[in-house]
């Protein structure tokens, strides 16, 4: 057995059964019903004792029921995200039990407008009541019904496949353990809307389109690959294009100089809309994109924090840097409203070349994510200690900085939480802090951090965590919503310190922060005899490479608090040596400092 | 008289005159050969009497010679490019003479695929020979020959435009003073040939087409209709589409349910496919995307660099923030090969959400860059002294910025620069250090800075000026390529300091660097006696909304010298009162300080 047929889930097939009999139809969202309903799926993995380890995964625009495996023996493709689902890999079919159909409207064995019409004896092409996501998903829960599901451990999709995990996650709350929406929106913009528009005219354009009433042999072929054509540029981005295809031609070095195509990355459209064409239904497509248009949770439930107030499951939102269809800035909007709800949401805009289709391409760093995210909720305890090799290859990687994260105030920070309260711990990096807070005082948690690696980490420990720049603000947190807001470290290095702390007094009910002393003796002795910019333990950078962009004493802080009307209600001047404050003289002796603050 | 009318070159004809006779065929860059060619122009204002005010205007891709005003006394929509073309506006017809023609290959009068073949008797169609820019460019030359005109004060166009203005700068340095090139690119990626080979798919697609031998009343319509919306969506921005359409539905502010356009941004598109069908032709759609396509730069002259070096002309290369078609980098890229030729280019990268179209919607901006560009290239006397209205209200707006580049060490650098050689000022402000240079000292100069609005100070100024952060590195810019660099009162808010200088050592023969002395004694006695961050006449903000990120004393930077084997040529110790060097105890009794340093 090959090291990849060990990490295949092997031959599968897919199985269709009737969801809904022609007597009782399913009544859409439209307002229409339709009946019957057949409906294709695979599942990979088994379904333990306690049942509590069904993973639900839902699929693309263009997706199918065949998400891993071969479909024969002589199968020579494997499902579309063979690479994330098997054993040992992101979603690990040795652990869970791993279902994905094909949704209502597609064209691969579950019921769409190429099924046949039993009013008419034929296909329903244009007759097809027009089908939303809500209504997919209702057809999924239904065929969970059948299957004896009583749960699910995590919904888990990209793109049109993620709305459908939004909508599970709003819809059946208790159902819902956790939701993994990745590369998605709550609604498309104009811009989207727009690609999809334009796909559609094509496909209503070609003559052979008739109606909806096409034929097998003579169906709107151009008409689908200009769409899928169209669709395939908006899923790569602009950096993935150039380095994969850059100007190069196809057959030679100079230019033919004839209107026929003539670029490698024509010739690769050309592929790709053919051979799409060879796989799937032209009403579907319309369909389908209609689907996605009209997929709006703000317009749905009056806002996007209406939509989500009554979920109940932890969320792990991706989004990929490059993606220009739906972008981060989308994922983002979510992130808040689901943080405005107060809801357990991690999230990170993971880094990658590959724009949109990188929830296909990232197999490595989203599968981190994922089974991370899925062990966490499927062995909820918090892991203290933990430390994976991804971190210690950051540790590495990124020794200045991790020298500039060691944090010889946590002791004093943790003696200062009460038990059971709430911790905003801002700048968190792997949430060693936040960790022994949950194990040790029993709080609960969320933690900011900007680092990629240092995001995974805290969702292998099971931390709620968002990549967040806090420059930026704490926009969607409410006022007084945290027991405590925790900056260690990192009033030195920001830039609009101002703006930052009135946003933390705002959140938190009280503050702590802790800096390093500038006015430390000897920082103050190496300026004044020596002259020079002080360097020190607690201030280790020269002053041409030192993250601490700003120099600041006890006095300084002081007096900031004071002209902000900051109450200063503990004031803990430290030396490295012990852990007791430095009495006497603490701005000329402390080497670095925590403030308890406050603000009505 | 309205205010629109005056502003407004009034009622314009365009002309067509025979340019290519059938017994003398234009050579093409494909090799075939074109004749009979006739060419559609309209001009505005007045050829001045020494023939030095030419502007030739170069179209983009759906454009035609119809820049401005009206076609007669019943015509309601101006030229393409009215906002900009008239007497007072961006290019101002009461100062210039203005000629557009239309280019080879369109369909707005001059010849194209639409023209008549006389071997046939029938439209050329798909016989026509392929075109190139140069192609173009070459026919515009012959035109403006035929007119009798003897150089071009500036050849100006956006996207498709911007691509004749290279090419026209490159073939004629003699002819061409300078060049405007907005919004485009030395040549496509990846990204935009797929979206123009989708469109002419959609073209030939169309059955109408009929293999180019469509007629006017039965031609492909449809097709062109769908090249053109995506064409459409790649010239405007997400943001601008989101601002503009958002999710607004056409009629209601609910669902139809069907399968039929509905938002908002659908039956806009469908307008422009529309109106775009009225007055375009398809075979000229597929000529000319496919010279768009085929432009290429780098490989028609072997590298941008070889391309841009025997070049003479003035260079204002403009890009815009959101314009993801032809994007910043890729103007930037040709910025670099400029710079790496030593020509004189400036460039500004304009910020506006309205995308590729932001060319055609600009005005003001735009308009007061070309304008200022224009005024300086035809009375090319350097501004000393000048402020313009942006300028002021800049500094009203930016005062706390403003105050920070209050250069009092501009008399004492001024003082250390030897006539007639070269400098590149970083961080140059509005450009008063590097006029005051070229006035007093007669060098030559650029300057680099990064804010929109100085940079079209330095422009108006008639200096040479880039738009760029210093803490990317000087990419492109020759080792030793200038007798010096100077940054003044910068050094300490850079984040990258090492390298910055280590790059500007590399360009110039010598470094000349001022700064505030962090070790002066009242910075000193306020750390060391009150414990406080200094806050002195130099160094005047608070350590939280301090730009100066760095803290750093003569010795510092002695020190930082040594380690980096820097040769410190002069030091230069100052206090405000005074232009005499400190002599005693510098460090102390220094507010600010200049170098001179140099590096093999």
Chains 1, 2 share one sequence.
């Not at 459209?269 to 994109?289: I, K, M």
């Not at 107030?309 to 972008?327: E, G, P, Q, V, Y």
């Amino acid at each position: 057995m090959s090291e990849v047929e060990k990490k295949s889930v092997g031959i599968v097939h897919t199985q269709t059964i009737r969801l809904i009999e022609p007597e009782q139809p399913l009544k859409l969202e439209c307002g229409k019903t339709l009946a019957p309903i057949d409906i294709a799926y695979e599942t990979y993995g088994e379904l333990n004792e306690a049942g509590d380890n069904v993973i639900l995964i839902c699929h693309a625009l263009s997706g199918n029921a065949h998400v891993a495996g071969l479909n024969g023996p002589d199968d020579r493709k494997p499902g579309w995200w063979d690479i994330m689902v098997g054993p040992g890999k992101g979603i690990d079919t040795s652990k869970y039990f791993v279902i994905c159909s094909n949704f209502l409207g597609g064209c691969s064995g579950t019921t769409g407008p190429s099924s046949i019409n039993p009013s008419t004896g034929k296909q329903y092409g244009l007759d097809f009541p027009i089908i939303t996501i809500a209504d997919m998903v209702k057809v999924q829960k239904i065929l969970l019904d059948k299957l004896g599901i009583k749960e699910l451990l995590a919904v888990i999709g990209g793109s049109v496949g993620g709305m459908q995990v939004l909508q599970w996650a709003i819809e059946y709350p208790d159902f819902v353990k956790s939701a993994i929406p990745i590369a998605t929106t709550s609604h498309l913009g104009a811009q989207s809307i727009a690609f999809d528009a334009v796909g559609r005219n094509a496909i209503l354009a070609d003559p052979n389109f008739a109606g909806g009433q096409y034929t097998d042999e003579k169906g709107p072929d151009r008409g689908l690959a200009i769409a899928r054509m169209i669709g395939h540029i908006t899923y790569l981005s602009e950096q993935g294009m150039r380095e994969k295809f850059g100007r190069q031609l196809r057959n030679s070095d100079s230019y033919n100089y004839d209107i026929n195509a003539e670029f490698s990355v024509e010739t690769y459209l050309d592929y790709q809309g053919q051979s799409f064409v060879e796989r799937f239904d032209s009403n579907s497509y319309l369909y389908l994109t209609k689907a996605a248009d009209y997929f709006d949770l703000e317009k749905d439930y009056g806002s996007l924090k209406k939509a989500f107030a009554k979920t109940k499951c932890r969320f792990l939102i991706i989004s990929f840097a490059s993606d220009w269809l739906f972008t981060p800035v989308q994922s983002i909007t979510m992130v808040n409203a689901l943080v405005a709800n107060d809801k357990d949401v991690s999230y990170c805009d993971i880094a990658s070349p590959y724009g949109h289709d990188a929830f296909l391409l990232e197999p490595e760093v989203l599968g981190s994510f994922i089974s991370g995210f899925l062990d966490a909720t499927h062995q909820p305890e918090v892991k203290k200690n933990h430390t994976g090799k991804r971190i210690q290859e950051h540790a590495q990687i990124h020794d200045l900085k991790q020298a500039h994260r060691v944090r010889v105030d946590y002791d004093v920070i943790e003696s200062l939480i009460k038990p059971n309260s709430t911790v905003l711990d801002i700048g968190c990096g792997d949430g060693e802090l936040l960790a022994n807070l949950i194990a040790d005082k029993n709080i609960t948690g969320k933690g900011i951090e900007v680092e990629q690696d240092l995001v995974l980490a805290c969702v292998n420990r099971g931390l709620s965590i968002i990549q967040h720049d806090i420059e930026l603000g704490l926009e969607n947190f409410a006022d007084k919503s945290y027991d405590y807001v925790i900056l260690s470290q990192t009033v030195q290095t920001m830039k609009n310190t101002e703006m930052v702390f009135t946003e933390l007094l705002r959140v938190g009910q009280k503050v702590i922060v802790s800096f390093p002393n500038f006015a430390h003796w000897r920082c103050r002795a190496q300026l004044f005899l020596a002259g020079s910019a002080p360097v020190t333990k607690q201030l280790p950078f020269e002053w041409h490479n030192s993250p601490n962009i700003h120099c600041l004493s006890l006095k300084d802080f002081d007096q900031f608090c004071k002209r902000l009307a900051i109450k200063v209600e503990k004031k803990i001047p430290l030396i490295k040596t012990s852990r007791s404050p430095v009495r006497f003289a603490p701005n000329l002796f402390a080497e670095q400092v925590i403030y308890v603050t406050s603000k009505e």
